[in-house]
């Protein structure tokens, strides 16, 4: 399977913003990005003005990397999302916040995303008592997500769980971090999409623009 190999860092130094991508270390001075806040390479300072092309195309390279995901997937997400009724902008992000990996993530049981999705895959986590091993799983409203037993006890999920507590809170997830689990109380509306990558609550206007997505794959 195909995934991203590069350095993390230079991905938010590229995307301009702060993508929490490294779990611990984004929330300390060494985060590259506090550091050399501009884009990598040679000409990294000497930027032109993006066009209108470069400014949608931007957006949906950044929600990617935040998921994780690669073009194909991601398409494959949208093209879901379009087809449902509703906003399709909203649809999208809803559908790549119930990812499991990703809601393992949110429920503190792993650093970022990244380490979610190998938890998954190597079989540490169950949605209501069944072992899932595939990242992309959609969790739906009632469903409780924990870490298996015999899983608890690994040093990167007590490492992570550590850190989850001085992360902002879910507020459409239950967390019984004592127990390991943690309940979809319901699906995530609009008013949380703010505070899709950890941290951003700080930022001023909204942390993902969407419709900068909708808009590139209109076309």
Sequence with gaps: MARYRDS?????????????????RCYTEKCAFERRAYGPGQHGQNRRKPTQYCTQLREKQKVRSIYGMLEKQFRLFFGRAERERGITGDNLLRKLETRLDSVVARAGFA????????LVRHGHVLINGRRVSIPSYSVKAGDVVEVASGSRQIKRVVDAM????????????????????????????PADFRSIVPGSEDLDGKAIREELIVELYSK
């Design 8 to 24: 993390l860092c230079k991905v938010c130094r590229r995307e301009g913003a702060k993508l929490f991508l490294k779990g611990e």
């Design 111 to 118: 650093v970022n995303r990244n380490d979610a999705r190998q």
């Design 162 to 189: 550590a850190v989850a507590e001085r992360r902002p809170a879910c507020r459409w997830l239950e967390v019984d971090r004592g127990n390991f689990k943690a309940r979809v109380a319901s699906m995530p509306d």
